[in-house]
């Protein structure tokens, strides 16, 4: 019997896990033999899918997954992934038990915290944490040698807690001036010098971080971007010591072409008018699929050839002009490579207005990621559906 197609609109993400591979192994190549890295796959991976990407981050090497929240934690040991994983952002203190059984480790930053999570933690079921500092980014974290050595010395007293780690999160690394992210450090250093007993797991590092230098890697890095193959800034990108090789491409297929008259108008607002006859072809992804209506203008790849969408971007459709007649069921590409064109995500992310890491993001549940691995497509059955 044929197998049944997992879904039924021609609009799909493709992501290349063999990218993703290759990233990290190069990444590697930067690090101390003993340096580990954290591969970071919040919010679904950056978009790209938790699981898949933690997989493979995991056959490259990585000791340890970090996410922003408990849930994506649990998530992930839905899923199967058995791998320590961080919990970077705050988690209640009422689901500490929740992260112990399951063995997640959890970020501490403030000692009343420490106090409310107490409450509920099991008697035989110790927490793993790493604890947080802030050192000059001014989200969460300890700020002082006095109040470090307080957390600290609550969790040693109590006896339930394990701490692992200790980490902080630099908010300058990708810029060219590069004294913020050495006052951070500093602070840094004086902080984990002031520790009673220093854990297992320092970091510090984020991809920028990483890739610049050896001088904040501590024993581990948390590497999110250039796994996925995207610069941590523009003006970083010429330090790049490697090509980096973006993961993730957007697809979608031509479901209707027609030619228009001069004069005819496309979507909503009939704002866009042809300049002459033109052939006009309509593809299945809009808003609702996080291809934003400020898109609009934006190119798109047709036949190797870059055309532009036209009209306003509808809720789950928009339009694009052909280069000339290209038959119903022609691949477009909105994101990726055809023939010798590339449309990168920086290209969408300056389109937009914003940064790379937003892309991938904002494409949302509704389009089905399908992965490549070793060069082929991967099961269909270890995509990720959203219906
Ligand atoms: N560590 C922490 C604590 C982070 O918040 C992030 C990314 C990373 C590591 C990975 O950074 P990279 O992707 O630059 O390598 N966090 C975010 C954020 O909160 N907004 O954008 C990126």
Excluded at 76 to 86: F, M, T
Excluded at 237 to 249: G, Q, R, V
Aim: aromatic share 8%; hydrophobic share 40%; with cysteine.
């Amino acid at each position: 019997m044929e197998e049944q197609a997992l879904f039924f609109r021609d609009t799909w993400v493709e992501v290349d896990l063999d990218a993703i591979a290759a990233n990290l192994e190069e990444t590697k190549k930067l690090l101390n033999q003993d340096t580990k890295f954290i591969a970071i796959v919040k919010a679904n991976a950056y978009g790209h899918g938790d699981a898949q990407i933690a997989e493979v981050a995991l056959e490259s090497g990585a000791s340890y997954l970090a996410v922003a929240f408990l849930d994506e934690a649990i998530a992930l040991r839905k899923k199967g992934i058995n791998a320590p994983i961080l919990v970077l952002g705050a988690s209640r203190a009422q689901d500490v038990s929740i992260a112990a059984e399951q063995q997640i480790t959890l970020t501490v930053f403030q000692e009343d915290w420490l106090y409310d999570a107490m409450h509920y933690l099991n008697k035989d079921v110790p927490l793993k944490v790493h604890i947080k500092i802030d050192t000059g980014m001014g989200r969460i974290g300890v700020k002082t040698p006095a109040e470090l050595q307080k957390v600290e010395e609550i969790m040693m007293a109590d006896g339930r807690f394990e701490i692992e780690g200790v980490f902080t999160h630099f908010a300058t690394a990708d810029e060219m001036d590069r004294t913020y992210y050495h006052q951070q450090l500093k602070q840094f250093n004086t902080m984990v010098e002031s520790m009673k007993e220093k854990p297992v797991l320092i970091h510090a590092s984020n991809s920028a971080a990483t890739l610049r230098s050896q001088e904040a890697h501590f024993n581990a890095v948390r590497l999110g971007i250039a796994m996925y193959g995207l610069t941590p800034s523009m003006e970083m990108e010429p330090e790049i010591p490697f090509p980096l090789k973006e993961a993730f491409s957007l697809h979608s297929k031509l479901i209707h072409v027609k030619k228009l008259e001069k004069g005819e108008k496309v979507s909503y607002g009939a704002t866009y008018e042809t300049p002459e006859e033109e052939w006009i072809g309509t593809i299945p992804i809009g808003y609702a699929d996080g291809w934003i209506r400020k898109l609009q203008g934006q190119f798109v790849l047709v036949d190797g050839i870059k055309v532009p969408i036209v009209g306003r971007i509808c809720m789950d459709q928009c339009m694009i002009k052909l280069p000339y007649e290209v038959p119903v069921g022609t691949t477009v590409t909105l994101i990726g490579k055809q023939k010798d064109q590339f449309i990168s995500i920086n290209d969408v992310a300056t389109r937009l207005e914003t940064i790379n890491y937003e892309v991938p993001c904002i494409i949302s549940n509704r389009v089905p990621r399908i992965y490549k691995k070793f060069g082929k497509m991967v099961d269909m059955k270890n995509s990720i559906l959203y219906y």
